[in-house]
């Protein structure tokens, strides 16, 4: 079945760490993103990539690193320097940037103790 | 910069009554998503929205947009336990011909349903 993967579902860090959330798709989309949710609000776009070996800032992208060097993978890092990282983390792709309908992963939580 | 507004935030329905909720947008827009999300789950597409004047149905629930208003809603018939969930509202802003268009997401809203 065709879907977007995203892992680890639960994760803990503790401060000063970097951690790296890993969202892969087999739909053959184009295009990926980042959104970030806290709780009672709505999503906040991170990043996004429209290609391979290319990729923009959203609007909160401060602390947060990505890389697109295929397709089907677009990884996100939330490092030290990202303030308040604990927050629930979607990942979602789309055939082009915003065209059609956006799929969903199943989210990763992250959790900083 | 496109604001996407929704109301109520929180909303407690009676089964079997009808509700409408709303999601506003501050700026020119050619489409709307709906979302649903169960608590600690992901999001579920429910409507897409293109043209002004559209009209989606599945099940319970019903979307319009009106692009002149900048107003879509959602209407639930004869509400169920089922449907309560936080349902978002999305929108598409054309930034510059579209090269840079971008998607907004409203703040949700939050539905109960009690017996």
């Known amino acids: 079945d065709g879907g977007i993967t995203q892992s680890p579902k639960y994760l803990f860090r503790k401060e000063g760490q970097n951690v790296t959330l890993s969202c892969e798709q087999n739909?053959?989309?184009?295009?990926m993103y980042w959104y970030r949710q806290d709780p009672g609000q709505g999503l906040r776009l991170i990043y996004y990539?429209?290609?391979?070996?290319?990729?923009q800032k959203g609007d909160i992208a401060e602390g947060y690193s990505v890389s697109r060097e295929k397709k089907e993978s677009f990884p996100l890092t939330v490092t030290s320097a990202q303030k308040n990282p604990t927050a629930f983390y979607l990942c979602?792709?789309?055939?082009?940037?915003?065209?059609?309908?956006?799929?969903f992963g199943e989210g990763s939580r992250l959790t900083v103790l | 910069e496109l604001k996407v507004e929704q109301n109520p935030l929180f909303l407690s329905m009676q089964e079997g009554k009808n509700y409408t909720i709303y999601c506003n947008y501050s700026?020119?827009?050619?489409?709307l998503y709906w979302y649903r999300q169960d608590p600690g789950k992901s999001l579920e597409s429910l409507f897409v929205?293109?043209?002004?004047?559209a009209v989606k149905q599945e099940g319970r629930l019903m979307a319009s947009l009106d692009t002149k208003a900048r107003l879509s809603t959602l209407h639930i018939t004869a509400a169920v336990h089922d449907l309560s969930a936080t349902y978002f509202c999305?929108?598409?802003?054309?930034?510059?011909?579209?090269?840079?268009?971008?998607?907004?997401f409203g703040k949700g809203i939050t539905l109960s349903v009690r017996p």
């Open positions: 700026t020119t827009s050619d489409r």
């Open positions: 999305a929108v598409v802003e054309v930034v510059d011909a579209g090269a840079n268009s971008k998607l907004t």
């Open positions: 990539s429209q290609i391979v070996n290319d990729f």
């Open positions: 739909l053959n989309h184009d295009a």
């Open positions: 929205l293109l043209s002004n004047g």
């Open positions: 979602a792709s789309s055939t082009g940037r915003w065209s059609g309908e956006l799929f």
